[in-house]
Structures are given as C-alpha cells and as structure tokens.
C-alpha cells in the first residue's frame, strides 16, 4: 500500500509540471506571435487571418483568436468571435499591474490563455488560445490514471473535472463523506492548500478507500490532483508508473526542460524505473522520449550534415487489429521496429510513438539516398507474411522533411513538418511525399479556403453555371450540365479544380452538392413559371453525398418541394461509385427512379471501364471521360475503343454523352459512330444562367415573356 501511494505521489507531481511546462510554452509562442503584430493587424481581419493559422499551423494550435479593444475580433478558422463579458475582456486585455503579462483564466468551459498585443506602450488587443486546454486535457489521456486526474483551484473547485463518473463533482470536498470519519483529512488538505503545498493523503467515500495526491501548478491558485481508488493502485503500478514518468519526461524535454525538486527517495525511486521510461515496452526499443533527447544530441553534435526525418504510419491499421486481430497487430508493429533496425543499423535513429506511428531519423548525402531507403522500407513492411498469407494488402503513408541546415532545427519541428507531408497524400495512391515550402503554401492555401468557405454559402459566392449538351443529330441544345463556380470578393472567379478536393475531405461537398441541387431546382422552377420550354439538367452528385442515409429523401423532398416535373433533373455519378458496393447502388439508383430523377454515369473510362459491370445497373445515360478527347483521337486503336463504348451502350439502351469534345474531327467522329449528344468547348463553355438562356432561347425570350 505504501509503494502505491508514492507510485501515485510520483505521477501527481511529475504530470503536474508537464501541464504546468505546457501552458508555459504556450504562453511563450503565443508572446512571440504577439510581438509580430499591432493595432493595423488588428483592424485588418485579412492580415490577423493570414498571421494567425499560419502560426497555427506551424505549431500545431488548434485554435488562436484576435481581438480588439472591444473583444471583437477573428479566429484561425476564419470565425468572429465576441467577448461580452465585461470581466473576461479586462482579463484578456490586462489590467491595472498585469499590462503585458499573461494570464490564464476558465471561462464557457475553456481554458482561456491570452497575451496582450501592443501597439508602443499603448496595449491595442490581446491574442487568445485554448489550445491549452486542449493540451491538458491531451497530457491527462495520456496516463494511466487519466480518468481520475483533475485541476481544482484552492477553494476545491472543479476546474477540469476527473473523467471518471464516480468523483466527478463540482468541489472536492464533496468527495470527503462526513459518515467516513474524513474530518482529519479535509482539515489536512485544506492546510496544505493554504500553505502551497504538495500533498498526499487517504479517505473513504461510501466505503470505498481513495488515495488523493495534489501538487500547485504555479497558474493561479490551481493544484493538479488524482483522486484514484485503492483497488485501481493496487495493480502493477511499478509499470504504470514507468509509463507516465516515460510520457511526462517527453513533454518537459521539449518543453526547454526543467530543474526538477525531487527528494533523494524520489530520485532513487526514478533511476529503478529509468530504463522502462526510455523504452517501448512493446518492440523492446527506444520510446518517443529517448528518440527525442538522441535526436536533438544528434543534430546539435552534427549541425554540417544533412538529415531526413520520417513520419510515417499504416493505412487502416484498426482494420487490421479488428479482423486479424490484436495480437497480429502487434507483431505487424514489431515487424515494422526489426525492419527500421535493420535498415538504419548504426547510422540512425527511430521510435514508435503510439499505436502505428513511427518517426526516424538519418543523415544523407543525397537526395536520392532518402528516397532509395523510404521505397526500401515500405516494401519491407508490406511484405508482413501473416498478412500477405490471407491475402491482404496494405498502405504504408510516410512524409519526409530534409534538412539540409540543423543548426536553427530541432527534432520536434523537423517531425511536425514530415507530418505535414504524410497528411497531404493521405487516402491517395502516393505512398510518400517531401515537405516542401510549396507544400506549406499548398496547406495554407487550403486551410484560407476552409476559413471562407461557410461564409461564402451563406453570402451566395457559389453561383451556378450551365454547359449546353447538343443533340449531334440535329445540333440543337436538349440538355444541360450545372456547373458550380466560387465568385470570390477578393480572388475573383475560382474554378472547381481549387475547391472540390478540398471540400470532399473536409465533407463540405454535403453542403455544396445540396446548395447546386437546389439553385438548379429554383431555375427549373423559374423557367416553368415563366411558361419557358424547359430542357433537362444534370447535376453531379459526390460519392460522399451519395452514402449519406438521408441523400435520397433528401433530393426528393427538394425536388418535390419545387414540383419539378420528372425526367427533367439528371444526377450523375462518378464512375467509381459503381464499383465500391453495386448492391446498394441498384437500391438507390432504383429508388431515385421511382421519384423522377435520370442517372448517370460521369467520367466512364476514367478509372475501371468495364461495360459488362454495369450492364444490371438501372442507369440511363453514360458520359465518356473528357480524358478520351484531351488526348486526340490518334489511330484506330483509340477510334475503335471509343465505338465499342458507345455500341455496347445503345445495346443497353442507355444514351451517350461525349464530354471534353474540343475539335471538329472529334464531333465528325462521334457522328458517324452513333453518339446521341456531345458537350464541350467545340460547342460552348459553361455559361452563367442568362447567358444559358439567351444561346438556348435567343429571340424566344422576349415572347415567353410577353
């Protein structure tokens, strides 16, 4: 029992300066991105956006807001923000004794951390984060004793209450059951609060024994505590304990380290569990916390080589621990630690630093080097032989960042960049990627269009533009094709191809595809209403829409709501779908059939152009890739592909559309080979709705609308 409550003690304390270290590093980032700014970055939302999730970015916030003299400002993620409370804002701008100091405070649930800006000596806003929290809340999941840590202030009250349903209470004391006999024990933690003081001490509640170790956390009148039941501790703590101390070194290392006051018990007690805190106790090799002490040594003993830092994971690793099981996991993960130590043999450096995700370190000469060891090593992980045996292939996703100079670097930033690579070629078909200042941009670029993109919804930038479809017999317009277009204040006309990638990750093509489908139900409705021969639209629906539940009662009740006739709205989906579950496919396709919708097949031969997969689907019309034409037409190769397509359609009574169609050999061609509509530049671009209107209907107007 003794050795249980200093495992505890020891853990209390040790986690407590990690998140005491942790606020202290974000205060310092945060007051040297304050010193970038002043009262005209304030005052321009633009240039404190531009300033603010670039800094985000490059030091993993999630959240950073700027403010005014009046608590109105901006946030990273392009939201306003508003601080009403008159209190919280002279918090957050300084007051009297405090101007240019920072100050943490809890509000709304968060952990407000807040740096005034200055503009001389006059203070002019205050930048605000509550990454803090985030990272506290991040320090407690990491540990053993997660569920029973808590931050109280010196009054007893919760400030981040203990997950753990069975002490999660609004005030300490309420934990202190006066049947229990817990008088001596408030009164011993209510002296030592008041003295600043660490502590640790037993009681009851309900029965049920508890150990209770505090520590001050230096921000406020706050103390860190774990509130951890006797029957919990009496587990092997010797390598839990190992674990946390293991976890809590990592963060005070890059945190700029610190002197910690350990006793002489407390600093044998660490020295039994220094190996098992340097160690992963899984592949028997170094831990994130020993990875990042070697590699800074590393890079600080060899500033004139040049060096490689990987990140690198497993594509659907869960997957795997799930249907193969955990105990094949593991060994996969073992696998990949024997694999990296063969390969690196003395020349580098690398760890696990959980669950999947590995980091490495090794210099280079060339380039080349490191692209020669990344194929090397993935091809070695993959060739996993449990896994190969039930056939089973899987991805390895790496990012590499090359540091020619490492004398301004250290590892935590070299890792946060090779990151960053590995996330941009997520869920793709490149298997690894370089960070690079143009992927950086690249991201930045994405993360300014996902700041605008809710505003630019709601303020109608998306408009809608239609491509004509001509019928190649009679070389009349019988159908359209809606084409979405961001009308940008500040960038002017954007096409699809900035956007659409970058919605279809973040799942704001939901959104979009339903805001297209609508408009182009209003303009149906609007040439009805005006007595116009209408002609049918298509519009394109995504495979992120398209397995929605509610996508068809959705459409439908869209639809029916503008009383749109039926066969005069054509969806189309990518080519793909159809292959990824053809059971659900053939439900859906035929339940929008029965309300009136025309499908289609976009992009067909873009990607896996089997005719004879989707012979039993209910679709009606199927669009050749744009691809086919790009290319040219060249030789009877290419001519007959085409023909076959379109033959083995009309077999299958659907109907042909040619897209990308750009020259007059190709329409001449797609003539004689029986084609029923082509749409392109060869005809038109896409037009925005009364351009449409005047090529579609030209003199007609005026007697429609007569």
């Not at 809340?137 to 009054?155: N, Q």
């Amino acid at each position: 029992m003794e050795k249980n409550v200093k495992d505890i003690a020891s853990y209390t304390y040790l986690l407590g300066t990690a998140i005491k270290e942790t606020c202290q590093r974000d205060i310092s980032l945060l007051t040297e991105l304050s010193k970038k700014m002043d009262a005209s970055d304030i005052s321009n939302n633009a240039e404190s956006l531009k300033l603010i999730s670039e800094f985000a970015l490059d030091y993993g916030f999630e959240y950073i807001a700027v403010v005014d003299l009046k608590g109105k400002g901006i946030t990273n993620s392009g939201q306003q923000v508003s601080l009403t409370d008159t209190w919280q804002l002279k918090e957050v701008l300084g007051n009297a004794g405090i101007s240019g100091s920072v100050q943490l405070s809890w509000e709304n649930d968060n952990i407000l951390l807040h740096v005034p800006i200055k503009s001389g000596s006059e203070i002019s806003g205050a930048i605000i984060s509550t990454c803090c929290k985030d990272n506290i809340t991040g320090v407690l999941s990491r540990g053993t004793y997660f569920e029973y840590g808590c931050i109280i202030d010196s009054k007893g009250n919760m400030v981040l209450k203990p997950g753990h349903d069975g002490i999660r209470v609004d005030n300490i004391y309420l934990l202190f059951t006066v049947s229990d006999n817990n008088i001596d024990k408030i009164k011993l933690l209510t002296e030592s609060i008041k003295s600043k003081q660490s502590g640790t001490l037993t009681f009851k509640n309900s029965g049920e024994k508890y150990i209770l170790s505090f520590t001050p956390l230096g921000i406020n009148d706050w103390y860190f505590a774990s509130v951890v039941p006797v029957t919990a501790a009496m587990k092997d703590t010797s390598l839990i304990i190992a674990n946390q101390i293991g976890f809590c070194a990592f963060l005070l290392i890059i945190f700029m380290g610190i002197s910690l006051d350990i006793n002489n018990s407390q600093k044998s007690y660490l020295k039994q569990v220094e190996k098992l805190a340097y160690n992963d106790l899984l592949t028997g090799q170094r831990n994130y916390t020993k990875f990042v002490i070697d590699a800074n040594k590393l890079l600080s003993i060899a500033q004139n080589k040049k060096f490689a830092a990987v990140y690198f994971d497993i594509a659907n690793f869960k997957y795997i621990n799930d249907v193969f099981g955990y105990e094949t996991g593991d060994r996969l993960l073992c696998h990949i630690a024997d694999t990296l130590v063969s390969l690196l043999e003395k020349n580098g450096i690398f760890s696990r630093i959980n669950a999947d995700k590995f980091v490495a370190l090794f210099p280079y000469s060339k380039k080349s080097e490191v692209a020669e060891f990344i194929v090397l090593l993935l091809n070695r992980i993959t060739a996993f032989s449990e896994l190969n045996e039930h056939n089973y292939k899987f991805k390895v996703y790496a990012g590499i960042f090359c540091s020619e100079n490492t004398e301004n670097m250290n590892i935590t930033a070299m890792i946060d960049r090779a990151n960053i690579a590995q996330k941009s070629i997520k869920h793709s078909n490149i298997l690894y990627a370089y960070y690079s200042n143009e992927l950086r941009e690249a991201i930045l670029r994405e993360k300014e269009i996902e700041n605008q993109m809710e505003s630019a919804l709601q303020d109608g930038e998306f408009i809608v533009h239609l491509q004509p479809k001509y019928e190649i017999r009679s070389n009349k317009i019988v159908s359209a094709e809606a084409l979405v277009r961001w009308q940008s204040p500040e960038k002017g006309l954007l096409s699809p191809k900035e956007f659409i990638s970058i919605f279809e990750k973040n799942r704001f093509i939901i959104r979009l595809d339903t805001y297209v489908f609508e408009k182009v139900c209003e303009v149906l409705r609007n040439w009805i209403d005006k007595g116009y021969e209408i002609i049918p639209i298509s519009v394109n629906v995504s495979p992120i829409q398209f397995y929605e539940t509610d996508f068809v009662p959705k459409y439908s009740e869209i639809k029916e709501r503008y009383q749109i006739p039926d066969e005069y709205i054509e969806l189309e989906f990518t080519e793909s779908i159809f292959f990824e579950n053809p059971e659900i496919l053939t439900k859906v396709l035929e339940e929008l059939k029965t309300h009136g919708f025309i499908c289609s097949i976009d992009d067909f031969g873009s990607g896996y152009s089997s005719l004879n997969m989707i012979k039993d689907l209910p679709v009606d019309v199927l669009k050749l890739d744009g691809l086919f034409f790009r290319k040219g037409i060249n030789g009877d190769r290419d001519k007959a592909v085409i023909k076959s397509v379109i033959t083995m359609a009309k077999e299958l009574t659907m109907k042909t559309v040619a897209e990308g169609v750009e020259t007059k050999e190709q329409l001449n061609f797609l003539n004689l080979i029986g084609c029923d509509m082509v749409q392109g530049f060869v005809y038109s671009k896409p037009l925005p709705v009364e351009d449409f209107e005047q090529l579609l209907w030209g003199e007609k107007l005026a007697q429609f609308c007569c």
